[in-house]
């Protein structure tokens, strides 16, 4: 399986994320992509291919122009504002001041963009994410010239990202935007498999009333794991998407075995729909010393569910999300792809 990666994600280094209602040292930090790299490495896998450059074409299919826009643009109109520090959303259009207008001061155009306070916009922040967007291009493009998978080693990861609005770490939707490519380039039923221990709501709310792209994620309940307004069962899709989303919230403290039963039953659906290629948002915060989540997955569960995913039989994207035990972060994701190798 090769992995795609681009070293512009170092680009992107905020200073801290608000967290328990302090500033803390961001969780989402690049170290986790060396444990990852140093990993791959050690257990024999190929040397990281770079990413090719794209356009933004498939971008603006899944995200609004004017929001991808503003993501160029925000650094810049941030400086001019005169701030020195990074930027962190602190005002919404909320439920009493619904307002559709795009406002042009820069600080309450961060506020409409965003779903969430703990992500901070720093210098280089568009140039990474516009990286992870190239990485997972071009993974997705080698499943298109016939590899059986391949690795989108991405940062900042892109699930909670939603059509016009960033948030959870996330800003371009990269596992969204590698199914449109795949959509585009011959494939015309995508499953979206998101195994990470929050909630995709970006991709769920992206492909909400599609009936070519069927989302699925496993995570914690939104009772109470963030994003908490999105990702309950009776989320099931709209108009043509009717019947394409599935989720599977599960209760803090769930095992492997609580939790392969919910896999299983992703499986399922993803038989029934005929899925023609898989993309794996792989986030590996579901691992028992996580320490912003709330499951009990160990380091061998992680190669069984990989194991297990392979089992389906079909060309299979892994595209990376989440997972902030920093030091295990490479053996956890690690164990995923080599599970899946050791039986495909
Ligand atoms: C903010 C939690 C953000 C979670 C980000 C994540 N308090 N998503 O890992 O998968
Ligand atoms: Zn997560």
């Known amino acids: 399986m090769k992995t795609i990666y681009s070293d512009k994600h170092t680009l992107r280094q905020v200073k801290a994320e608000i967290h328990n209602g302090e500033l803390v040292p961001p969780f989402e930090r690049k170290e986790r992509i060396d444990y990852?790299?140093?990993?791959?490495?050690?257990?024999?896998?190929?040397?990281?291919?770079?990413?090719?450059?794209?356009?933004?074409?498939?971008?603006?299919?899944?995200?609004?122009?004017?929001?991808?826009?503003?993501?160029?643009?925000?650094?810049?109109?941030?400086?001019?504002?005169?701030?020195?520090?990074?930027?962190?959303?602190?005002?919404?259009?909320s439920r009493s001041m619904p307002s559709k207008i795009i406002p042009s001061n820069i600080e309450a155009q961060i506020g409409y963009y965003a779903l969430a306070a703990e992500t901070a916009i720093s210098s280089g922040t568009w140039q990474a994410v516009n990286a992870a967007k190239d990485v997972a291009l071009t993974a997705a493009e080698h499943i298109i010239q016939g590899e059986k998978s391949a690795f989108a080693l991405c940062r900042p990861p892109g699930h909670h990202a939603a059509h016009d609005q960033f948030g959870g770490y996330c800003f371009l939707n990269n596992a969204a935007i590698a199914a449109q490519h795949l959509r585009d380039n011959g494939y015309s039923k995508v499953s979206i498999l998101d195994v990470d221990y929050h909630h995709g709501n970006g991709t769920q709310q992206i492909f909400y009333r599609r009936n070519d792209v069927q989302t699925l994620s496993i995570h914690g309940?939104?009772?109470f794991a963030f994003p908490y307004f999105l990702g309950h069962a009776n989320e099931t899709g709209d108009d043509a998407g009717v019947g394409h989303c599935f989720n599977y919230p599960l209760p803090a403290g769930s095992d492997y075995q609580t939790w392969s039963l919910a896999l299983?039953?992703?499986?399922?659906?993803?038989?029934?729909?005929?899925?023609?290629?898989l993309v794996i948002s792989l986030g590996v915060d579901t691992f028992e010393d996580d320490p912003i989540s709330a499951f009990k997955l160990r380091s061998d569960d992680f190669f069984d569910y990989g194991k297990r995913i392979a089992t389906l039989g079909?060309?299979?994207?892994?595209?990376?999300?989440g997972g902030y035990a920093v030091e295990q972060i490479g053996i956890n994701t690690v164990n995923v792809l080599a599970?899946?190798?050791?039986i495909s």
């Not at 050690?42 to 299919?61: C, M, W, Y």
């Not at 993501?71 to 959303?89: E, F, R, S």
């Not at 499986?267 to 005929?274: D, L, P, S």
Request: a negative charge.
């Open 264 to 277: 299983e039953q992703s499986f399922t659906q993803i038989k029934a729909f005929n899925a023609e290629v």
């Open 339 to 342: 599970g899946f190798n050791s």
């Open 314 to 321: 079909l060309p299979t994207l892994f595209v990376m999300e």
């Open 221 to 223: 309940d939104p009772d």
């Open 36 to 93: 990852i790299l140093k990993e791959l490495n050690k257990r024999g896998f190929d040397k990281p291919i770079s990413e090719q450059a794209f356009n933004l074409d498939t971008v603006h299919k899944v995200h609004s122009k004017d929001y991808v826009n503003f993501l160029q643009n925000v650094w810049q109109k941030w400086l001019n504002a005169g701030h020195t520090c990074d930027a962190i959303p602190n005002i919404w259009p």
